[in-house]
């Protein structure tokens, strides 16, 4: 406090807002291009993801704590900076070869375990500098942590539209990570007042100038000794081409989508469906048509294909690097090829206009992929189909024995499927084939042995040489009977309550030894009122007991921080999630999400500063517009929305919790004060509601249920600042 | 089968049906609880010795645990209670098919016949490719599975015509007292025993099984100590005398060999693999190379390519092996028999289905060349 008012230089130029802004700028980039990156080493999905945010905002909450003991001017500060370019760079050096690191070959799959302590290395590495740039910039700048704040989120908006726009469509994330670490030593050396340390900001300008070359090196480094052919950057994520002879398979973020040629895969997701019918005409296929299955279909005479794929890179990809018989396939005149989100070219498809749509898809192991497995989109799927029309998918499994978790996440698709379909039939084998329809549905052997050999299909694996053993009537009966056991209750697939994804992350979490698999497992089991409702009965006497205190302590202005930092992520989170349900692409538009959330921010930190007389009525009315916007949301996630309306959301929240940062810190320091500590409750509050909204709230118990818990808790929140307000010497003013 | 009447038939069914019945409400039970392990066994292990202090030291397979009381050796499935050894998983099954024998794959012994093919939960390896790695690398309270003592498994194997019945998916030398015991009631109704193993079994316990089964195959998973210690967790040398004793037993030995990009492709180790078998086991032992598909820890790397199982092939036939087969890639001219004197088709597989076979007594129907294998 009184440092803040030793250092009342009035200095206005330009140069001294810089290092805040360029801390946002910093912040969200290599935020965004941590995340990317994380996920292509680690398969990311929304669990890891969690991770990701989660350690991100730990690490800067607790770097934001530090006390400096001494001022630190502005050469400190400037190599603190260039200590964080170093250490991000470095960063996506690590997590490129963390499998190396690891002692694995690049095939190998690796657990929770690794994602987390990885998230939580990298956090370190590159968040907790930034945080304690924060607290440095708050003891440097005139106006302190509030002007640092929103020049901060200024920065942030910035840097996030700047990736999302500029960079991320052009640039690898090597190459863009490259531009933005330069772009940043450039401004250090040019446009940061400083004294000296010039020769280290060079080279940190010209090691990220360098850095985007490596890239490809360093990916065919990482992938040895399989041979990595071709790679690029999509806002989808990371798609690489391995070869192996004259074998071809295409990874996306490290996972398998399809190796070309692969009989297998490709017979057994078209031929179990297509048999079921007399003459199929009209085929959708979404996902894998590169793989082959196109050729699967093709080889039924009247079949015209509508084959729809969400990221054009994949058909640019397959383009490229397919023989020729691959790519015939992809250019026969049968076929018409749509690139866009299957469900939205589905629900604008006419009623009854398919004999089959095949998902060609990987298995729930995403939210984002999650959405074709639900009951809102097997509705869908059972209105365009026409009255003998079937729905087919693969989701790999095991041949011999299916273990309790993998008959939880069949027994949710059974489940989800027989919710919709009267009729469903399930294909034993090391991949289970689904199938579902109006009409009767047969997988006896003899029968589709028949039919092949009738229509005279030259297949390998769907033929009356692997037909009898893989039906055997003793493994059909196992299987149902297993997975029947496993449909229970709380086993229906939803747009808002993903639980096949998280029964899946439970069934891949078991194939590692560590603690991962049976701790979701337990999480799965706790009733809802444990974790939503219990937690917030304790919160009131909490509350009680610390709005009316005899001596009140200048922390009680962070409490409605802390619920806030909690609750803005958490919605954060879920609006995503139910953004990607309801139009398919978040990982497009993800930074561009993140950036209204970040403008918002600093749209009411900017309105929070002008706001010269503040008092806990303030934080009240920010409360209560935080439960009514949440109260919308859980509304509109429901709904159909314009598109616009995940964007404006964010926004306001974003806005709401600016302001409301703004305003209890000015109350806070107004007592007592070191310049971090609100903006490390923020990040720590938001730390804890990512891990537990991503690991396992919002899958298991759904959006609505967790948004409308939120609006009780600020609810709460908003009671506790009216009850501050009745306290004497409330109000505070500073500057 | 000349022994089946319907009355033993029925008798068999009854005994099936009641003993699955039996295990219905049990395996309920054990749907419903979470983690705990209900419904193990307590019978007395063999290949042990007692030691003071009531410690043991198990004698089944190379690793030699040396175990305290209450301790489980590496296989997780045997456990020394105060002195005594038992193994947990006697008579509980957790996997049971009726399989094409070829899957196992046995390729010369009782061609297009059906084998009963039952596992007990556990392993004493850690390959990373398993396929059923979810009853084999897990502990045994973890697995459903119900009770089907030896004479039950021998009804169901009758039941369902199979004349053989195989120990396979996990690793059956940890169950060797159930397996053994099996296979001994097998044979008393004449029908035969099969076991896939992935060969760590010391020499004694291994005498005394191939006394009373009727056909091994064995899975070199490599031929590197290297691989083996990285990806397998195990010993190259002890398999290779496994394979051995089993080629000089006179039981019917068949080896399969895994083909994983990258990892025990390498054309120098087949090579030398093939020259190995050759020397040890002779020319007549079928060598099949089996096209990896991508599961468990290694899911994310790409499958073999058909152009490697088929240089595999060239290379093995070239050091004078005279059975090498392709496996998982149906109607592969590599799935077929050749007769060694002649070279005509004598079996023609398509995946898993015999389309022609020009055997009789074991001997090539066009030139008369006798045919190594169990025909009949």
Redesign the interface.
């Known amino acids: 406090m009184h440092i803040l008012r030793r250092r009342a230089a009035r200095g206005l130029d330009l140069r001294s807002r810089v290092p805040a802004f360029l801390l946002g700028f910093l912040a969200t980039s290599f935020q965004i291009y941590l995340l990317r990156e994380f996920n292509a080493a680690f398969y990311g999905n929304e669990l890891t993801f969690g991770f990701v945010l989660g350690a991100w905002l730990l690490w800067g909450g607790l770097g934001s704590l530090i006390r400096p003991k001494r001022a630190v001017d502005g050469t400190g500060l400037v190599r603190l900076y260039t200590l964080a370019i170093g250490l991000f760079l470095a960063s996506l050096v690590l997590l490129r070869f963390s499998h190396r690191l690891m002692g694995l070959?690049?095939?190998?799959?690796t657990g929770l375990t690794a994602s987390l302590a990885s998230s939580l290395l990298v956090g370190f590495l590159v968040s907790f500098p930034l945080g304690a740039a924060f607290v440095l910039n708050s003891l440097g700048l005139p106006g302190g942590t509030l002007r640092v704040y929103v020049l901060e989120s200024l920065g942030a908006a910035v840097g996030g539209l700047g990736v999302h726009f500029l960079l991320v469509p052009r640039f690898s994330n090597w190459q863009g990570a490259s531009i933005v670490s330069a772009a940043a030593a450039a401004a250090l050396l040019f446009a940061v007042p400083r004294k000296r340390s010039a020769g280290l900001i060079a080279v940190a300008l010209a090691a990220s100038a360098g850095f985007g070359f490596l890239d490809s090196p360093a990916q065919k480094a990482a992938w040895r000794?399989?041979e990595l052919v071709r790679s690029e950057d999509t806002p989808y994520g990371r798609l690489q081409v391995?070869r192996?002879?004259?074998?071809l398979?295409l990874?996306s973020n490290?996972?398998?989508l399809f190796?070309y040629p692969?009989a297998?895969a490709a017979e057994e997701s078209v031929h179990f469906a297509l048999l079921q019918l007399p003459r199929p005409r009209n085929v959708l296929l979404i996902g894998g048509g590169a793989g082959g299955a196109l050729g699967e279909i093709l080889k039924y005479p009247e079949a015209r294909v509508d084959y729809v794929e969400l990221d054009p890179a994949v058909i640019r990809l397959a383009e490229a690097v397919l023989p020729a018989s691959g790519i015939a396939d992809l250019r026969s005149p049968r076929v018409a090829i749509h690139l866009e989100d299957g469900r939205a070219f589905l629900e604008r498809a006419p009623a009854a206009s398919y004999d089959a749509v095949i998902l060609d898809l990987p298995e729930p192991a995403t939210a984002q992929i999650n959405r074709f497995y639900t009951v809102e989109f097997f509705a869908t799927v059972r209105a365009k189909l026409g009255p003998r029309g079937v729905l087919a998918f693969a989701v790999?499994s095991?041949?011999?024995?299916?273990?309790?978790d993998?008959q939880r996440l069949l027994g949710s698709l059974l489940a989800t499927l027989e919710n919709v379909f009267p009729r469903v039939a399930v294909v034993p084998g090391?991949r289970n084939v689904f199938l579902a329809s109006g009409a009767p549905l047969s997988i006896e052997a003899g029968w589709l042995s028949a039919a092949v050999s009738k229509l005279g299909l030259r297949n390998?694996?769907v033929?009356?040489?692997?037909l009898?053993?893989r039906l055997?009537p003793?493994?059909v009966d196992?299987l149902m009977d297993k997975i029947r056991?496993g449909a229970g209750a709380g086993a229906l697939n939803r747009d808002l309550v993903p639980v096949s994804y998280y029964f899946h992350s439970v069934f891949w979490a078991g194939?590692f030894k560590g603690p991962e698999s049976?701790l979701l497992?337990?999480l799965a089991?706790i009733p809802p009122f444990w974790v939503l409702d219990f937690p917030l009965m304790l919160a009131v006497p909490f509350l009680a007991l610390a709005a009316l205190r005899k001596r009140p302590s200048p922390y009680r202005f962070l409490v409605p921080v802390a619920v806030m930092g909690f609750t803005a992520i958490i919605a954060e989170m879920a609006v995503l999630i139910a953004f990607q349900a309801a139009f398919g692409c978040v990982y497009g538009k993800i930074s561009l999400l993140l950036t209204s959330f970040m403008a918002g921010l600093f749209a009411g930190s900017a309105a929070g500063r002008r706001r010269k007389r503040a008092g806990p009525g303030d934080l009240a009315a920010v409360e209560a517009g935080f439960v009514i916007i949440l109260l919308g949301v859980a509304a509109a996630v429901s709904a159909p929305v314009p598109e616009a309306v995940p964007y404006l959301a964010l926004f306001a929240f974003g806005g709401l919790g600016g302001w409301l940062f703004i305003v209890a810190n000015r109350l806070y320091l107004g007592e007592s004060g070191h310049p971090g500590t609100g903006y490390a409750i923020d990040l720590i509050g938001s730390f804890l509601g990512v891990v537990l909204a991503s690991s396992f709230v919002i899958p298991l118990l759904g959006i609505p249920a967790l948004l409308g818990r939120l609006a009780l808790l600020n609810l709460l929140g908003m009671l506790f600042a009216a009850a501050l307000t009745l306290r004497k010497g409330a109000n505070a003013t500073v500057a | 089968m000349s022994f089946m009447t319907r009355r033993r038939f029925l008798g068999h069914t009854a005994g099936a049906g009641l003993v699955l019945g039996a295990g219905l409400p049990g395996f309920c039970n054990r749907l419903a609880a979470f983690g705990q392990g209900a419904g193990l066994s307590r019978v007395e292990a063999r290949y042990y010795k007692k030691l003071p202090d009531r410690e043991i030291k198990c004698q089944l397979c190379p690793r030699a645990c040396r175990l305290g009381d209450k301790e489980r050796g590496y296989c997780g499935v045997r456990e020394n209670e105060g002195g005594t050894y038992y193994s947990l998983v006697y008579g509980k099954v957790c996997s049971l098919n009726v399989d094409p024998i070829e899957k196992k794959p046995f390729f010369h012994f009782l061609p297009g016949t059906g084998a009963l093919s039952m596992a007990a939960a556990g392993c004493n390896v850690n390959c990373r490719f398993c396929q059923n790695w979810e009853v084999s690398q897990v502990r045994p309270e973890q697995v459903d599975h119900y009770d089907l003592p030896p004479e039950a498994a021998v009804g169901r194997a009758a039941a369902n015509r199979c004349p053989s019945i195989a120990y396979t998916y996990t690793e059956p030398i940890v169950y060797f007292e159930y397996m053994y015991d099996t296979a001994v009631a097998a044979r008393r109704k004449k029908i035969r025993s099969v076991v896939v193993t992935a060969g760590h079994v010391n020499e004694a316990p291994l005498r005394d099984l191939l006394e009373v089964v009727d056909a091994v195959k064995v899975d070199l998973k490599g031929f590197t100590q290297d691989f083996y210690s990285t990806y397998v967790r195990g010993e190259l040398k002890t398999v290779l005398d496994t394979i051995r004793a089993v080629g000089k037993s006179g039981v019917w030995l068949e080896i399969v060999y895994l083909v994983i990009p990258t990892l025990n492709d390498r054309a120098a180790d087949i090579r030398d693999m093939a020259r190995w078998v050759r020397g040890e086991v002779g020319v007549n032992v079928p060598v099949h190379f089996s096209r990896f598909q991508p599961l468990y820890l290694l899911k994310n790397l790409p499958p073999t390519p058909v152009a490697t199982l088929e240089e595999a092939r060239e290379t093995a036939l070239s050091e004078g092996l005279r059975f090498v087969y392709i496996g998982n890639v149906p109607g592969h001219p590599g799935e077929s028999t050749y007769c060694p004197g002649c070279g005509k088709v004598v079996i023609r597989r398509i995946g898993y289905r015999i389309d022609a076979l020009h055997l009789e007594a074991g001997r090539c129907t066009f030139c008369g060349a006798a045919l190594p294998g169990v025909w009949t």
């Open positions: 070959p690049p095939g190998q799959a000794p399989l391995i192996v002879g004259q074998q398979s990874y490290g996972l398998p190796t692969d297998a790999p095991d041949e011999n024995y299916i273990g309790r993998l090391g390998s694996f033929s009356p040489g692997m009898p053993a055997n003793l493994r196992y056991a194939q049976r497992g337990l089991r």
